[in-house]
């Protein structure tokens, strides 16, 4: 790895009778990524990411810490509109800086490498593959519970039917984007059916006379005493279900006309996605009383037991579907944080190639997949993601006060959108609230969160930042860098220059080639798209 950015032109493997690079492209031309994500997609991806399974099976969390129904919604609709606002400020940074790759390139861009490194070593090591293997694990638990009525599943066929799920998501999303997305949109489409769905039962209820608790005499009338470090950590819990509504930028190369969709598609995605967080809640205290509701393992599949009848098993399928269209989106998105982290030679250099005919980042897919099934074979996944939480809500606002950083060292920057300063600093108040809160109220989880952050600093410094390293280590890491390609027939995407002027910026490229074979070199080979 190397400091600095690997923006390559095209160079694929040597047409060889093993046909590693036979693609039938005509010569001449270059591999990049294609802009298929038009708006519907987007707004999927964004949707898709932030309703998992939280809201099907557990969004007792806010209500527990609340004390009442009404504060308990009330926190729901403000974090709706705390994250609107911070989505607001990544709607700005992402066409001011058109990048893949996220809050890691806004802050690496903005505050350095190591600071964008530490982004993405957080990233690498726990927050996707344990995500991911826990939405993986709630779809087969939610797959395999009919099988098994009476007791729990086992929990060898959890894992396996959860590896299942990610080898087959990895496989559709090498092979096309256009396929990762279709599927994207139609679980969304799903969810989002299983949500409207919910909401319309509760209307129903409404107009039978079921709303006591929604009257503001009983709405406010607290199941225990209110207390102020209770209703903040409502606050955090509210954020932390909303967590996803910045995965579209980390996709901002492969957007079709990235400074329209892209704030587009956050304009309407946060505001639904608040609505369905909000009116949700509002249909399932309609059916059960707080008690009831905190009681339940599973709210959605309680709520359908109640009033569907026969029907109830609608549900539990709803979950499953759900939760297998988060991985799939988590999957996408999170592969391009690894590519756009190569590419930056933050990551090993072959994560950063892309396939020579389908144009599909296949080596980080790839990696995003081994990470998440080997994180399947550990049992303190659950422990990792309550270390690292905070550390991820932590970038959101390093990345957010990056763009008051960035209007002062570079106000005369093109900027297709530019909002007002208060959100941020709305934003970077409401932040420093939770986040001091968390600091006070759980020291030990967020130091061993800070600590896991801070391994990333020697390897920042031994693999990144010192070049130079031994000949023979440079030259195994050519090796393998060159059989990983003729393996996955992948190759450096050519960056669009145009882009990059249009924006203002300007970016020297770097041309830096893995050594192929002395025939390779000979010819300048490529290959379209």
């Known amino acids: 790895m190397t400091d600095g ?109 190591l600071a964008g490194f530490l982004r993405l070593w957080i990233a690498v090591l726990v927050i996707y593959p344990t995500n991911q293997a826990v939405i993986a694990l709630t779809f087969s638990n939610y797959v395999l519970q009919p099988l098994f009525p009476t007791c729990f599943p086992p929990e060898n066929g959890l894992r396996l039917l959860a590896a299942i799920c990610l080898l087959l998501l990895t496989w559709v999303n090498c ?42 005499a009983n709405a406010f009338e607290p199941f225990q005493d209110y207390d102020v470090g209770l209703i903040a950590l409502a606050f955090l819990q509210g954020s932390f279900a909303y967590g996803g509504w910045n995965f579209l930028n980390y996709v901002t190369e492969e957007l079709v006309d990235p400074y329209v969709n892209l704030p587009r598609a956050i304009f309407i995605s946060i505001p639904l996605v608040t609505f369905v967080y909000v009116f949700a809640n509002i249909a ?65 250099s072959l994560l950063a190639m892309i396939h020579v005919k389908r144009c599909t980042p296949i080596p980080a897919l790839l990696f995003t997949c081994i990470s998440t099934l080997l994180m399947l074979c550990t049992s303190d996944m659950y422990t990792l993601i309550n270390y690292v939480g905070f550390i991820n809500y932590l970038f959101y606002g390093v990345t957010v006060a990056g763009q008051i950083v960035l209007r002062v060292k570079q106000p ?21 609230f939770l986040l001091i809160f968390s600091l006070y109220s759980e020291p030990v989880v967020c130091g061993i969160g800070l600590a896991i952050m801070l391994t990333g600093v020697p390897v920042y410094f031994l693999g990144v930042y010192w070049d130079n390293k031994p000949q023979c280590f440079n030259t195994f890491v050519d090796k393998m860098t060159y059989l990983g390609q003729k393996f996955c027939v992948v190759v450096y995407p050519v960056e669009d220059e145009k882009k990059n002027e249009e924006s203002g910026e300007e970016i020297e490229l770097k041309e830096q080639s893995v050594p192929l074979s002395a025939e390779d070199e000979q010819t300048p080979k490529s290959a379209d798209c």
């Open 5 to 113: 950015p690997r923006q390559r032109g095209s160079a694929a493997p040597s047409t060889s009778e093993d046909g590693a690079a036979d693609t039938g492209k005509a010569a001449g031309q270059s591999v990049a990524l294609k802009k298929e994500i038009g708006l519907v997609s987007a707004c999927g991806i964004i949707v898709g990411n932030i309703i998992g399974s939280g809201i099907f099976v557990s969004p007792k969390g806010v209500l527990e810490n609340a004390s009442s129904v009404g504060l308990a919604l009330i926190v729901w609709i403000v974090t709706g509109i705390i994250t609107a606002i911070g989505a607001l400020c990544y709607a700005e940074l992402g066409v001011t800086i058109p990048k893949s790759g996220g809050d890691y390139s806004y802050v690496k861009d903005i505050f350095g490498g």
């Open 175 to 216: 092979a096309s984007v256009r396929w990762a997305t279709r599927v994207q949109d139609v679980f969304t489409a799903g969810k989002l059916l299983a949500l409207i769905l919910i909401i319309i039962m509760g209307i129903v209820q409404i107009c039978k006379g079921e709303y006591y608790w929604l009257e503001p």
């Open 284 to 348: 399932y205290v309609t059916a059960m009383s707080p008690q009831e509701l905190l009681a339940s393992n599973a709210v959605a599949v309680t709520f359908g037991e109640k009033l569907l009848g026969v029907m109830s098993w609608i549900m539990p399928i709803s979950v499953a579907l759900s939760t297998f269209g988060g991985v799939n989106g988590s999957l996408f998105t999170s592969s391009r944080l690894f590519f756009a982290g190569a590419r930056e030679g933050h990551l090993p």
């Open 412 to 432: 005369d920057m093109y900027r297709p959108i530019k909002i007002s300063l208060v959100w941020p600093v709305i934003y970077l108040l409401f932040w420093a």
